[in-house]
């Protein structure tokens, strides 16, 4: 079992949706969690990042920590097609190795 | 400013041979490294710098994999006598090394063994 599941879709809904993508984890230290786009043939790039449990929103999207179910979301509000792109969800333990540790990604594609 | 860079950034290798990847970080950044994106796969990590000393290199595969950066800036990542298996793309990403911060990630090297 990998440390990190991700269900990798793909997902495919229409434009002014709201997505939501979802990640466990089986490594009770993780504490920092983050979820990266990542467009096709491009290096992924950090959308948001939550410190423990809690929630925390930026603009359309919002990301929830759930510790204690070793869960975590993202949710895309008013989806657009510009949102089309593979979503990973990644977490690090705090101190120690600053490596992150991925999910498998999400594909998501928003219709017009 | 610019951001991370990698060359080259399409690979193509016979099996057997060795390849070169070089990372260019943002300017200032201290932390460096350099993770496996199989197809369809998220990445997995490989081993991070912090300046020219390697501080964990637990994800390499195997010993053909070899990673350095000898000034603190500019790492090359290298794979001795390729085979199949190693066909992905190779990130690159840099952060300022301090506390949480980001790791901002080059367009990666896509590497094909043949």
């Known amino acids: 079992q990998k440390e990190v599941e991700q269900d990798p879709g793909p997902l495919s809904v229409p434009e002014g949706a709201i997505v939501s993508l979802n990640c466990t984890y089986s490594?009770?230290?993780?504490?920092?969690f983050m979820w990266y786009r990542q467009y096709s043939r491009k290096g992924p790039e950090l959308l948001m990042y939550?410190?423990?449990?809690g929630n925390k929103e930026d603009g359309r999207f919002t990301a929830q920590v759930d510790k204690s179910s070793k869960y975590i979301s993202l949710f895309i509000r008013d989806s657009q097609p510009s949102d089309s792109a593979t979503y990973l969800c990644?977490?690090?333990?705090?101190?120690?190795?600053?490596?992150?540790?991925f999910g498998k990604g999400t594909k998501l594609t928003v219709n017009p | 400013g610019a951001g991370v860079s990698q060359s080259p950034r399409y690979k193509v290798a016979k099996r057997g041979q060795d390849v070169a990847l070089r990372c260019d970080p943002i300017?200032?950044?201290?932390?460096l490294f350099w993770y496996q994106q199989a197809l369809g796969q998220g990445p997995e990590f490989l081993t991070y710098?912090?300046?020219?000393?390697?501080?964990?290199k637990s994800g390499l595969p195997s010993d053909r994999f070899f990673a350095e950066r000898p000034e603190g800036s500019v790492s090359t990542l290298k794979i001795q006598r390729t085979q199949q298996e190693d066909s992905a793309v190779y990130l690159c990403?840099?952060?300022?090394?301090?506390?949480?911060?980001?790791?901002?990630f080059g367009p990666g090297t896509r590497l094909t063994v043949l």
């Open positions: 990403a840099s952060s300022t090394g301090q506390g949480l911060d980001t790791q901002y």
């Open positions: 490594n009770s230290a993780f504490q920092y």
């Open positions: 939550t410190y423990s449990s």
């Open positions: 990644a977490m690090r333990i705090e101190g120690g190795s600053e490596k992150l540790v």
């Open positions: 300017s200032g950044h201290v932390s």
């Open positions: 710098f912090q300046n020219e000393a390697q501080l964990d």
